[in-house]
């Protein structure tokens, strides 16, 4: 199973985007990056997953170079509610989630 | 869509009393099923993995007869905590995944709203 390394915190100002980068230098061919967000006593929730390159919704936009040995999630101008601690998790989507220790972002006004 | 339900959102019991939870896929059919718990400040750690019509398969370090947990349909799965104790005191988390979309995010896991559950 490929080991995720996020920064265990980060700070931001409100209205500014934020990137959180996670490495993963034993990801596997077969491995999909996923990314969840969860706020305090609440179920992690879904915020994006790709394979490689970029991908983007509404919300944020998930980069991943050639390599796939890390990814960056890219969140565009966060606002206070985007408070929150954020996981990268790694896997062949057929398998369980391990969890890392995730991104804690605390959002200042 | 893919949304995941949890019953009870909290629960108190006394000590040595079991509890049941539920998790429950309202919108699509999950063939598989996995709980997880979370202690405060920390991540959340995965206890099991649940498929529908067969036995659950336990991490290391999880108790099977302590933690009992049923699979019986495609859109439900129960956990037990039997015999509950303080230290079982946690947020109890359920994840499902959806294998009944088009395309590779079919195979994503959507989560609950979690289970606070308190043992006096």
């Known amino acids: 199973l490929a080991k995720t390394t996020q920064p265990i915190s980060m700070d931001s100002y409100e209205g500014q985007e934020v990137n959180i980068t996670c490495s993963h230098n034993n990801i596997a061919t077969n491995d999909y990056i996923t990314w969840y967000q969860q706020f305090p006593s609440q179920g992690p929730r879904f915020i994006i997953q790709g394979y490689k390159t970029k991908v983007t919704n509404e919300v944020a936009s998930l980069f991943i170079p050639a390599d796939r040995k890390s990814s960056t999630l890219s969140l565009p101008r966060v606002s206070l509610s985007d408070t929150a601690v954020y996981y990268c998790l790694v896997g062949d989507l057929g398998n369980q989630f391990y969890f890392g220790t995730g991104t804690s972002l605390t959002v200042i006004p | 869509g893919a949304v995941v339900s949890q019953h009870p959102s909290w629960v108190i019991c006394k000590s040595g009393t079991s509890v049941k939870i539920e998790c429950r896929s309202l919108?699509?059919?999950?063939?598989?099923m996995f709980w997880y718990r979370q202690f405060p400040k920390q991540s959340l750690m995965l206890m099991a993995t649940s498929n529908e019509g067969s036995k659950a398969t336990y991490e290391q370090g999880v108790e099977k007869d302590k933690f009992l947990i049923n699979h019986a349909s495609l859109t439900l799965s129960t956990l037990t905590v039997t015999s509950a104790h303080p230290e079982d005191s946690s947020f109890y988390i359920c994840?499902?995944?959806?294998?009944?979309?088009?395309?590779?995010?079919?195979?994503?896991?959507?989560f609950g709203p979690g289970t606070r559950l308190l043992v006096l």
């Open positions: 994840s499902a995944r959806d294998r009944g979309r088009a395309g590779w995010l079919q195979e994503t896991q959507y």
């Open positions: 919108d699509f059919q999950a063939t598989t």
